[in-house]
């Protein structure tokens, strides 16, 4: 309970310092008011944009403003769009999410396996094929991976539509690329694990004690190869979250990470302030998760 | 009293890339309920994969051979793995060098110690927590019923060594083997521990293994001894036939190299067996001590004879006795 407590506080105080350092960085980062007002505008149409805007006003107050705001749930007004940041943003998020809950699960549910058997047999021909399939993973890169796929699947066979979010068939192919390119380090992080923890004492003892193989590896030795893997995947979670860009493209959906993208093109402050808090809650978030999960799976690390 | 546990030219061979290494080379050795027999040697003597052989936990590449290898009447040898699974933990178990690393971290002692029951035993959850509480307490844990709920590195290396005990005895086993037992735990420790297992060993009548390269504990402890040297047996015998009159120059050797109270003086030198172990990959022809025997002969290449005593006292030496007669050196020379 302390131990949950005190990395709860330390996550809002990393969520806090983040929020603080994106907004200094992004209003160093060139003058918003001339940005709105695009080339050709006068000296006297910026200042009025700055008043209009509070850009006038010192930099810890205008954060001050908008971090209580935000705490609401307002995120200001698109400068582009002319509509709620956080309704632009609510929509697409769950588009996001989806993609990276359902990504996250594909590369979980192929990497551990894989990793596991490969583990159990080194060197034998499954360890040789998931080495295979991981180093495919690696090398190809996601645009292409993804263009691969939609000419099989959605112009050959006509199996799968292109694009667009209209059912569940249309997250399938972004589901296995974006799953595929996290998997090859999931999957060499349980099998190194699984052949650190398979010649350790403690399962040499669970023979001794009479356990079969499968007891052997999911009771005795997986819960304790799997804890770097827990941090590695919530780490890439987030990382999906946030960098889904290429993969959102390819297969137009219109998610946050497209946003995001679009959004840093246009200057839209608001709308890239709102998505790199939020991309760092989920960070936050996840790390916090994954902390938790890992003092459940080892009692060691459940000091402060 | 029953034979329990026979052991006929056992051999464990590994294949490496240079060659195979001839781990064990042919032992034998018996041993009835209630016996402890002590196995003596140096690192690498292939001790402690002779008593993981008997468990059936060799390592996967380890290919295990013997003409006999029999345990309370099941031919060890073609068991089945789902027959070795339920004799082991259960009917004989074991306890490792390692205390610290021998318990699982992510579990607590509780459901590790139930485990053993459980995997065997047809009872609940709440018996076999009844009996981890027992044999806490009989291997000497203070307040054992609250020790349950904690992990293994909240315990000492004495006490997590203690818990291995306990865990090993939940099944009432017939055959317990203890490789090492003590090496890894402060000297004040061993001797407590020892002592326990001893104890233990006589209240319940069981056959123990005793794997260890301490001549004081063995004198102490052990019924009979084999001293094993490069894979094989050298001597072997009734405790006291061995250490009153050891055969084998190896196992002279040993004998010198403990200090006696009263007779070695302050500062004196104490003996040394000089040399290293020879390499087990390939073939080893005659006797593999011969390179660091001070009365070793031409012969000592060739077969070297197994010589048995009307009591049971082996060795392997080309010397009756394990002593040249007078005039041997002179007249077959030094090899």
Known sequence: MVFTLKRLGLALLVALAVSMLSFTLLHLSGDPASAIAGEGATDVDIAAIRAYYGFDRPLIVQYADWLFKALRGDFGE????????????GDRLSITMTLGVCGISFALLTAVPLGVAAAVRPNSLIDRVALFISVMGQAMPSFWFGLVLVVIFSIKFQLLPPSGTKSWEN???PTVVLGYYAMPAIMRLTRAGMLDVLSADYVRTARAKGAGEMRVMFKHALRNAIIPVVSLSAVQMGFMLGGSI????????????????????RNDLPTVQALILIFSLFYIVFTFL???????????MRVG | MSTILSVEDLKVDIPLAGGVLHAVRGIDFDLKRGETLCIVGESGSGKSLTSLA????????????????????IDLSKAKNRQMRSLRGDRMSMIFQEPMTSLNPAYTIGDQLAEALLLHRKVGKKAAEARAVELLEKVGITAAASRLGQYPHQLSGGLRQRVMIAMALMGEPELIIADEPTTALDVTIQAQILRLLVDLQREMNMAMILIT???????????????MYAGEVVEAGKSADVFNAPQHPYTRGLLRCIPVPGKTKPGEHLGSIPGIV???????????????????IGSCAHDIPRRVSE????????????????????SEGRP
């Open chain 1, 290 to 300: 994954s902390d938790l999960l890992n003092a459940w799976l080892d009692p060691r």
């Open chain 2, 54 to 73: 008997i468990m059936g936990l060799l390592p996967k590449m380890a290919q295990c051979r013997a003409a006999k290898l029999e345990f309370s009447g």
């Open chain 1, 246 to 265: 290429v993969v959102e493209s390819i297969f137009a959906l219109h998610g946050a990470g497209y946003l995001a993208w679009e959004s840093i093109g």
């Open chain 2, 213 to 227: 390269h301490d001549l004081g504990v063995v004198a102490r402890v052990a019924d009979k001894v084999a001293i």
């Open chain 2, 311 to 330: 009591s049971g006292h082996m060795y392997r030496c080309v010397h009756e006795g394990g002593q040249p007669a007078a005039n041997a050196i002179q």
């Open chain 1, 171 to 173: 997250f399938i192919m």
């Open chain 1, 78 to 89: 698109s400068y582009y769009f002319q509509l709620p940041v956080a309704q632009l943003i």
């Open chain 2, 278 to 296: 020879p390499s087990l990959i390939g073939e080893t022809q005659g006797c593999a001590f011969r390179g660091r025997c001070d009365v070793a």
